[in-house]
């Protein structure tokens, strides 16, 4: 996960700050480290941190974090975000904490997803779909998942 980071951080660089100053660049960095029916991990919030500084020297005008959200308060921070990746030159998403693959679909997992089964997911996890629905409104598009993928739940 550290090279993944590491990319993240040269990506941004790379993407300058002098033509940052006219466009309209905005992120949505999201830590989740404290779950609730999982173990909790002990990075995400520093690299959310890192991210979060190297987005705003990259010239992102608007850098929102969210650290250790549910389910409820992750689609609302998505929903939010849409309306400000529409017409953005740059939108980027950048997710550290659980993630799992199940029946060919990739999810993230807000922090109080209990997943018994799952058949939960659609319900208690954020497909990574409806992520990259939230960008579709940008020119250029990012999704960064720097996501454990081993089943925290077990199955």
């Known amino acids: 996960m550290r090279g993944l980071l590491l990319f993240v951080l040269l990506a941004l660089c790379h993407l300058g700050t002098a033509h940052a100053q006219t466009s309209k ?13 999982a173990d909790s991990l002990k990075n995400p919030p520093n690299d959310v941190r890192l991210v979060a500084d190297a987005a705003k020297k990259a010239g992102f ?15 609302h921070a998505l929903r939010e975000f849409r309306e400000q990746a529409d017409g ?21 997992i807000p922090t109080d997803a209990a997943l018994a089964d ?38």
């Not at 929102?64 to 992750?74: A, H, K, P, Q, S």
């Open 61 to 75: 005008r608007t850098v929102t974090v969210r650290n250790d959200i549910g389910v409820r308060e992750f689609h």
């Open 118 to 155: 799952d058949r939960d997911l659609p319900g208690e996890a954020i497909e990574l779909n409806h992520v990259m629905d939230a960008i579709t409104g940008a020119t250029l598009r990012l999704v960064v998942l720097d996501a454990c993928r081993n089943n925290p739940f077990g199955r």
């Open 88 to 108: 953005a030159e740059v939108a980027m998403v950048y997710y550290a904490g659980h993630g799992i693959e199940a029946n060919g679909r990739n999810w993230l």
């Open 25 to 37: 660049r905005v992120a949505l960095l999201i830590g989740n480290a404290d779950y609730q029916s």
